[in-house]
């Protein structure tokens, strides 16, 4: 009897490699075999023209940088190993305060960005200055550029004197970020949740949800689900732009290679801190290509 279902599902007993599946061992028949061994070939013969492909635009690339009059100099002002290996404590120290400022600031975006996306799917007349409050927000710091924003509330706020408001600029500049990622955020949540089919909001009704209980037990969980690719996209724009809190002063890893390109007259630091962002920004991509694959925004298989 077994054998018969696996003859069924296009297995027979021939000499090979044993499977298991649905608890039952079978052997892939030759038909299966073959065609395995054509797809192994078939990604053996794309990763290897990849490679080929990619080493000789790489080649090129430097043989055209390297071969300009100017390379010499450029090499010495960005590319100096002794300044560079010098600057990797300092810019390194700067890029922790980067770190903790992207999460820390990820966190307060998701909950503002979330508060204010529902906020914007009220409905009612009675709740229309709400929504008219999260709109006129979304339009406003989705309109300004985020430098312009970290000098208004980075040079702005302390110029008020608040009793009992802080004048640190890390914290300063990361409410910046906050105010302005949340809005971007915000919109991305609120796609989220109006993508969601008003049968699933009847149905909860029906079976005597508030509209409160609706939104949290069936609408929110769909929607979040839905723009997690979206949201990780944004937060590897925040990881990049945490760099910027710099132009207020905080000694991040920016702050920290310009000031060491003040002392030597050397760019390096610069570079070094350019290659530590790549490479915290490069996993989180990686990852960002992983969930978006897994929820069919991207084709499957493959590094990139």
């Known amino acids: 009897m077994a054998d018969h279902q696996r003859r069924r599902q296009g297995a027979v007993l021939t000499p090979g490699t044993t499977e298991v599946h649905d608890g039952q061992a079978w052997t892939p028949s030759g038909v299966e075999q073959a065609r395995r061994a054509f797809r192994r070939r078939q990604q053996r013969r794309s990763w290897l023209i990849a490679a080929a492909s990619t080493m000789a635009l790489g080649v090129a690339a430097v043989l055209a940088i390297t071969s300009a009059p100017g390379w010499p100099r450029v090499q010495r002002s960005f590319f100096d190993p002794a300044t560079a290996w010098r600057a990797l404590p300092d810019v390194a120290t700067g890029l922790w305060l980067n770190v903790r400022l992207f999460l820390i600031c990820g966190a307060c975006i998701v909950v503002l960005g979330l508060v204010i996306a529902v906020l914007r799917t009220l409905r009612g007349p009675v709740l229309w200055p709400l929504r008219a409050l999260a709109t006129v927000y979304v339009d406003l710091f989705r309109g300004l550029p985020l430098i312009l924003v970290l000098l208004l509330i980075g040079f702005g706020v302390p110029g008020l004197r608040l009793s009992g408001v802080t004048n640190s600029v890390v914290i300063l500049g990361g409410a ?20 969601i089919h008003p049968s699933q909001r009847a149905a909860a009704r029906a079976l005597g949800l508030s509209g409160a209980q609706t939104m949290r037990h069936v609408v929110l969980p769909q929607a979040v689900r839905r723009v997690v690719p979206p949201l990780l996209n944004d937060f590897v724009s925040l990881q990049k732009d945490s760099g910027l809190v710099s132009i207020l002063g905080a000694a991040d890893a920016i702050q920290s290679a310009q000031i060491i390109t003040a002392r030597t007259f050397n760019f390096t630091p610069y570079v070094v801190a350019g290659l530590l962002f790549v490479a915290l920004t490069v996993p989180m991509a990686r990852l960002t290509d992983a969930v978006s694959r897994r929820y069919g925004y991207l084709p499957g298989g493959g590094l990139l």
Do not use: K, T
Request: aromatic share 16%; glycine share 4%.
């Open 176 to 195: 910046a970020l906050v105010l302005s990622y949340s809005a971007y955020v915000a919109e991305v949540f609120r796609a989220g949740i109006e993508s």
